[in-house]
């Protein structure tokens, strides 16, 4: 029983990384964009910047022409990767919180309070263990033809290389560049996205919505709990940008102290308009990425529960 209970909870992982990952290969086009909006006009009031990307679709087509079309899906692998730590982390652990009912008040009934606090803990967890790769995508997504770039550019031969190269030049330290913002944002939006997913099915299914279609049941969970996540992590995902681009090591010296500061720096120089740059993006890429991985996640946890009543 002990065997089969470990076994169940490794699971649980594995099963969050496998949605996470699948759901990064659909979603990586809007990630480039999204990376690439946040970087432009680095410090420089809008009157200041050239625009080298007008928004969402000139953005695709300009890095396609000047890339190439493959360009889009810059720095996929190690965001696979990214994927699948931080959703078997962020996932993994809300769900064996979810199952032992750590999540629910004493009538059973899903606890808005102690939601927030598992899906914060796990979204911090998550954070960590995913933060080398994150920094490693987002400069490898940067990356581009002089005629197009944006922020500081990095050049690496590809995961392996840029992992070695980071470490070479920067230590470990530049693995966990930006990792306190980091955790800041995924221990918000993880709080947003999997607190408002669970209630939303709880709530469906009291007024009797999607009762014979599970899929169909994440799918309008997601969909709501992705707008909530989009309006409070992006101020915070643009200051992970550029902490994470600008690295530990970068030559001319740090332009941000801490997120603290970046943010700061971002209001002042950019206004408003520029802790929210990216948004348009930033929607299209979480929106259908929440929404595909947490009805995956969803509905391979249902196969896994029907696979244990079966034997």
Not at 8 to 20: H, K, Q, T
Not at 273 to 285: F, S
Request: aromatic share 8%; with cysteine.
């Amino acid at each position: 029983m002990q065997k089969c209970n470990l076994w169940s909870s490794n699971m649980d992982f594995v099963i969050g990384g496998l949605a996470g990952a699948g759901a990064t290969i659909i979603t990586n086009p809007m990630d480039v964009v999204k990376t690439r909006l946040q970087l432009q006009g680095e410090l420089r009031s809008r009157s200041e910047t050239t625009t080298r990307y007008r928004g969402i679709f000139h953005a695709l087509y300009v890095i396609a022409r000047a890339d190439g079309a493959l360009a889009l899906q810059k720095g996929l692998a190690p965001a696979m990767v990214l994927g699948f730590m931080m959703n078997s982390v962020r996932l993994g652990m809300y769900h064996i919180a979810e199952s032992q009912g750590w999540t629910k008040n004493k009538n059973g009934e899903v606890s808005i309070n102690k939601s927030i606090f598992w899906s914060s803990a796990s979204g911090i967890m998550s954070g960590i263990a995913a933060n080398p790769a994150s920094v490693l995508k987002t400069r490898i997504q940067a990356a581009a033809h002089p005629s197009i770039a944006v922020g500081r550019q990095h050049r690496y031969n590809g995961m392996c290389d840029g992992f070695v190269t980071i470490y070479k030049t920067e230590g470990m330290r530049g693995f966990f560049a930006g990792v306190s913002a980091t955790c800041t944002r995924l221990a918000v939006g993880s709080a947003a996205q999997l607190t408002t997913f669970s209630a939303m099915k709880e709530v469906l299914r009291s007024h009797g919505y999607c009762e014979s279609s599970p899929a169909m049941l994440a799918f309008s969970a997601s969909l709501f709990s992705s707008v909530l996540v989009v309006i409070v992590e992006t101020p915070l995902d643009v200051v992970n940008t550029r902490l994470y681009n600008q690295g530990t090591a970068s030559p001319g010296g740090l332009l941000y102290t801490g997120v603290l500061d970046c943010l700061t720096k971002i209001y002042k120089t950019e206004g408003l308009y520029g802790l929210y740059k990216g948004l348009g993006p930033l929607y299209l890429r979480i929106a259908p990425h929440t929404t595909l991985s947490l009805v995956i996640w969803d509905m391979l946890n249902n196969m896994l529960l029907d696979k244990n009543k079966n034997t």
